[in-house]
């Protein structure tokens, strides 16, 4: 198993930017595929992005795409989410999530582990 814990949500302008973390503890960070997903009041989770085991190979929801970065440190068990130009549709609670199989994939369903959620709100 392995516990997940996020940080770095907030209140921020449009056009601004934050950094979100999770901190992984527990089995072996580097052995799970690594996702960020993200629900707005209303609505189901979303893809957002995700990064293999190694971090060599990222995906990212067209949304977010050239704006949002995914990065991990295996070394630290911490994933990361680089957000800029953020806009006010981006607001959301954002969950880290794990993987336990090999393909880095797109469907919440697809993730073993879970996070609490960090709340993200932009404001126009």
């Known amino acids: 198993q392995v516990q997940l814990v996020e940080s770095g949500g907030g209140l921020v302008q449009a056009g601004g930017s934050l950094r979100l973390s999770c901190a992984a503890s527990?089995?072996?960070?580097?052995?799970?595929?690594m996702g960020w997903f993200r629900q707005a009041p209303g609505k189901e989770h979303e893809f957002v992005a995700t990064?293999?085991?190694?971090?060599?190979?990222?995906y990212y929801a067209d949304s977010v795409k050239g704006r949002f970065t995914a990065s991990r440190d295996n070394a630290k068990n911490t994933l990361y989410l680089q957000m800029n130009s953020l806009k006010p549709e981006d607001t959301a609670v954002y969950y880290c999530a794990a993987r336990i199989g090999f393909a880095a994939l797109r469907s919440p369903n697809e993730y073993d582990y879970w996070g609490q959620g960090t709340q993200v709100t932009v404001s126009s």
């Open positions: 527990g089995r072996t960070f580097s052995t799970y595929v």
């Open positions: 990064i293999s085991k190694s971090g060599g190979s990222t």
